[in-house]
């Protein structure tokens, strides 16, 4: 298996621009996580989908950020309109949740974002 | 919600030296500890796991040790090499939340030669 694929690994856009991110989870995983890293508030969990249902959104810092996942092979964040505090590097993540026992995580190479 | 400290933020250690990160969480119903290693610009990598089960657990030179009534586990590298220069990251997950991770802040470790 590839693991976790990412796309775009960098994305350069202007403020109020929208961003999408795309993310292939690693195939027969069933729980599929988004995490914004920066140097001030380390690895934040933002969003994260089981079977394809998002089950905690909590973590989406405001209404400008959205995720879904129409199918168990693709997941997209979008961020409408983008602002340079949104700068950071954006981590997809997937793992084999099996009745609910955690277990590990695998990270995609991640996307870093600059918005100017 | 869960909330995880980790210290120090910064460690710097001699080769063959060890090295200790510790981390405390705060919901008791937590029961999966991992930790993960993000070299320079790269993904985080699991590196080593315990359940709340268990209170060591080794893997070569890497060793984890849980306190459960503390609410408190650690992560000992052995005999460090220069390859061990990385950003070590702690995590809890509730239980019942499949693999919710919270993770601390990170410890940036250096091993000088």
């Known amino acids: 298996d590839a693991g976790v694929i990412q796309s775009p690994r960098h994305e350069v856009t202007e403020m109020g621009q929208e961003v999408t991110l795309r993310c292939k989870p690693i195939s027969g995983h069933n729980s599929l996580f988004w995490y914004r890293q920066t140097m001030m508030r380390g690895l934040e969990l933002l969003i994260y989908?089981?079977?394809?249902?998002?089950?905690?959104d909590s973590g989406m810092p405001e209404d400008r950020f959205s995720a879904k996942m129409p199918n168990a092979s693709f997941s997209t964040l979008k961020i409408q309109p983008s602002e340079p505090r949104d700068s950071a590097v954006y981590f997809c993540?997937?793992?084999?949740?099996?009745?609910?026992?955690?277990?590990?995580?695998?990270f995609g190479e991640g996307s870093r974002l600059t918005v100017l | 919600g869960e909330n995880v400290e980790q210290h120090p933020s910064t460690l710097s250690v001699q080769e063959g030296d060890s090295a200790v990160i510790k981390c405390t969480y705060s919901?008791?119903?937590?029961?999966?500890f991992p930790w993960y290693k993000q070299e320079l610009g790269k993904r985080p990598q699991l590196i080593i796991d315990i359940r709340s089960n268990v209170g060591e657990k080794k893997d070569q030179r890497i060793a984890v040790t849980l306190n459960k009534t503390a609410k408190h586990f650690s992560l000992h590298i052995t005999e460090t090499q220069p390859e061990d220069s990385a950003v070590y990251f702690c995590a809890a997950s509730m239980s019942g939340t499949a693999s919710k991770l919270t993770f601390g802040t990170g410890t940036r470790l250096q091993v000088t030669l």
């Open positions: 919901d008791s119903a937590s029961n999966y």
């Open positions: 989908f089981n079977n394809n249902v998002p089950i905690d």
């Open positions: 993540a997937s793992t084999l949740g099996l009745a609910g026992v955690a277990g590990e995580l695998f």
